[in-house]
């Protein structure tokens, strides 16, 4: 499928060293970007979907780095069916797991905490919930595995590792296998703060200096943060990357933006949900915490974007979250709500609204035009100037 967003009226990159792309037009093809900025119009006119912007803000789909997943599009912590791709009308085009520690009756043994990663991670390969991409299963750290068993799974395709909800006596015990994890090519996680479900316990700065994982999952709380003195230690002491979560503690949120800011770490800051939880489910948790940090603290709706996106894919190593050729052609087109204030999405953002969805382009095929089903309205009308295929895209489909 060949598809092109015209009329563009700001792109915003998802580069947080560079937050603007110049030009009005996006193409993509195979699942792709082309291109960014201008296009020929026989470039254009060879696609198969046209999708006037109608001067709205292009944003890369949103990364929500903190999503805990079972199996299939279902929680059964809420018991809620749909929650995944209810997201993707928030303007998530990647869930990325937080371990299936939710699934009920989860293993603790080596095997078996092996078997529900690659099983996890198996079943999302060629599944899109709504178009969603999910990377799936994140092997739990529990006693009795080994460095082996981490090289075993990661060469079947599990390359994430969580710790904190493991039967060790203290956090720091975690520290030998994250080391094992991160040199079989992992990317290592760690809950953060105060205990959250039974079999976790309080983590904090110290925790971290020592153990250093590549994620602080939730800094902020999950739902409860730890000491206010211990975020400049880890951001000065440290590389982790600094999760913030919507399902947390918002004045540790800006304490931790403000202070990434201040020591030159603001690449580090990330943007995630960490649901569904006993929080609930949250298909706006994204939009809201840009909104948080925008409104609350000086930081440019923009950068809250690229926490968002293009800082997500850094830390996590995908080839998506930034809008530039070759980049997977995950793009969401926002504008500023119906009925608001103000004029532009990143201006919404700015003034603390949630900024409306009007579309979302997942692996180049679009799916939905014209209204999210969980946002309000646009302010400006986006539409379908071409389309070729026998398909429906339109919010009526919805």
């Not at 703060?193 to 590549?214: C, M, Y």
């Not at 201040?262 to 990330?270: C, S, T, V, Y």
């Not at 800082?311 to 995908?318: E, P």
């Not at 309205?377 to 895209?393: E, N, P, S, V, Y």
Request: charged share 15%.
């Amino acid at each position: 499928m060949r598809t092109a967003i015209v009329n563009i009226g700001t792109i915003v990159s998802g580069d947080c060293t560079a937050p603007f792309a110049t030009g009005d037009t996006i193409v993509m093809a195979d699942g792709k970007i082309e291109s960014v900025g201008t296009a020929s119009a026989t470039a254009v006119d060879s696609c198969d979907v046209v999708i006037d912007a109608g001067g709205t803000t292009a944003i890369p789909g949103l990364i929500d780095s903190h999503v805990h997943i079972t199996f299939g599009d279902y929680t059964p912590r809420q018991k809620t069916v749909g929650y995944l791709e209810s997201y993707l009308h928030g303007g998530i085009t990647t869930a990325i797991t937080a371990s299936e520690v939710h699934v009920p009756g989860r293993p603790t043994d080596a095997e078996g905490v092996k078997a529900l990663a690659l099983a996890a991670q198996r079943c999302f390969a060629n599944y899109r919930p709504g178009g969603m991409k999910v990377h799936a299963g994140s092997i739990l750290l529990e006693p009795g595995l080994t460095g082996q068993d981490l090289t075993e799974v990661a060469r079947k395709g599990v390359w994430l590792a969580k710790a904190g909800f493991g039967a060790f006596k203290t956090a720091y015990e975690y520290g030998p296998l994250i080391a094992a994890a991160k040199t079989a090519g992992m990317v290592t996680t760690m809950h953060t703060g105060g205990s959250s479900i039974p079999g976790s316990g309080a983590i904090t700065g110290d925790h971290l200096l020592a153990v250093r994982p590549d994620v602080s999952f939730h800094i902020n709380g999950g739902p409860t943060a730890m000491p206010d003195r211990d975020f400049e230690r880890v951001i000065r002491e440290t590389g982790i990357a600094l999760q913030v979560c919507t399902a947390g503690n918002l004045r540790t949120t800006l304490l931790c933006a403000r202070l990434a800011v201040e020591l030159g770490a603001w690449p580090r800051l990330i943007i995630a949900t960490d649901t569904p939880t006993g929080s609930g489910i949250m298909p706006l948790g994204i939009l809201y915490t840009m909104a948080h940090i925008a409104s609350l603290t000086d930081i440019s709706p923009e950068q809250a974007v690229c926490a968002a996106t293009g800082s997500n894919a850094r830390v996590y190593k995908l080839n998506s979250g930034i809008l530039s050729p070759g980049k997977d052609a995950d793009v969401v087109l926002i504008d500023a709500p119906d009925g608001g204030t103000q004029t532009t999405g990143l201006a919404a953002i700015k003034h603390g609204d949630i900024a409306a969805v009007g579309a979302v382009v997942s692996a180049g095929a679009p799916r939905f035009v014209g209204r999210s089903r969980n946002t309000p309205g646009t302010t400006r009308k986006i539409t379908l100037a071409k389309c070729t295929l026998m398909q429906d895209f339109s919010g009526a489909a919805h």
